[in-house]
């Protein structure tokens, strides 16, 4: 197996393969550790903006 890390893109891929799945949805949110930077700059670069959090996880949402 490969890990999605090696393979260039796989992230924003599949992101924006399940976002497609929520077309007519208004708001779509996820939530993701503090510390994962990689991860909140590839949901921002996609338009998720934060939206509040517990502890160490940040919920961020996207208004489509």
């Keep these: 197996l ?3 890390r090696s393979i260039p893109g796989a992230g924003r891929r599949l992101l ?3 976002l ?3 077309a007519g949805i208004p708001v779509v949110f996820l ?3 503090d510390d ?3 991860a909140i700059a590839l949901y921002e670069s996609e338009g ?4 509040g ?3 160490r996880l940040l919920r961020m ?3 489509q």
Excluded: I
Aim: charged share 25%; aromatic share 4%; proline share 0%.
């Design 48 to 51: 998720f903006v934060m939206a």
């Design 53 to 55: 959090g517990a502890g």
């Design 31 to 33: 939530e993701v550790k």
């Design 20 to 22: 497609s799945a929520t």
């Design 36 to 38: 994962n930077l990689s």
């Design 2 to 4: 490969m890990s999605d």
């Design 61 to 63: 949402e996207l208004r």
């Design 16 to 18: 924006r393969t399940a």
